[in-house]
């Protein structure tokens, strides 16, 4: 997602009502995107939260929407079920989830709190794209056969192919992409997390933290390898990522499956409205 200089933060108001509803002296956060997918707040007591208004649900945001037509996870319906997604990840991940509390809901917006943490989040580099590699490695160990979410239903992979070209087909932006793409069977699928940036981990002087994953899915293992690939920069970061990763396993061939996920990357609004031409023609870093 593309990022711009903008004021935008919760509104006095939503604050007071927050507050109120929650008991606690909250203070507002600048959000980083214009499309952030929740409001910001940071409490003010002895052991300080994080707290997360949802404020992009389905019907409002077309990377929600899309999780929901592709994965049937839909957040908003299952607000304190996605706080058990942490405990079923493994032990041993080098960045590893914030534990996430869901506190109730403020008209029908689900609310969580997550421990308050003094880090920064880094920006793309070698040293993140080598965790990252060491991350997504050991991520894509556990396994099942079909996708969806961890709280609600798992679809069999076999009828992949056939959703994300429905998918695509019933887009509104359908006509970005002359032909629709061919998806071929997926091999597995894994934890993926689609909208995966590099300021959803946090850098702190002896640790690093995953800050943002509530949009964890069960899916196929190529695209969530072609997703990450669009976040490589440079040779160097593709060089760091592949070595770690296959400390764990070999990477898969995506060859076939690239432009088909690259399409719904688009279409997912993962890097910003219409930015077919950015993500289309991005480098080919993980080559088969």
Known sequence: MTARHHPLQAPPELTQRVSVLTGKLLTPLLLRWPDSANWLWHSDELSPQLLKLARKSPTTDPFWRGLQQLFGFDRWQSPEALTRVPGM???????????MTFLGQWRGAPLWSLPWRSAEPPAMNVALAQLLGHQLGLLH????????????????????????????????????FLDIPVFPSPTRSVWSLP????????????????????????????????????????????????????HHQALPALGPHRYGMRA?????SLHGEDSRDQVIPHPHWLKD
């Open 141 to 176: 160990h556990q396994s099942l056969p079909g996708f969806g979410h961890p709280a609600g239903d798992v679809l069999s992979l076999s009828r992949w192919p056939e959703r994300a070209q429905t998918f695509i087909e019933n887009h509104p932006q359908r006509a970005w």
């Open 89 to 99: 990840l493994p032990p041993d991940l080098p960045m590893a989830p914030l534990p």
């Open 195 to 246: 909208d995966l940036r590099s300021d959803q981990f946090l850098a702190g002087a002896t640790n690093w933290l995953w800050s943002d994953w509530e949009a964890l899915v069960w899916a196929p293992l190529e695209f969530d390898l072609c997703l990450f690939e669009l976040l490589l920069e440079n040779a160097a970061q593709r060089d760091a990522f592949v070595t770690a990763y296959r």
């Open 264 to 268: 719904l990357a688009v279409l997912l």
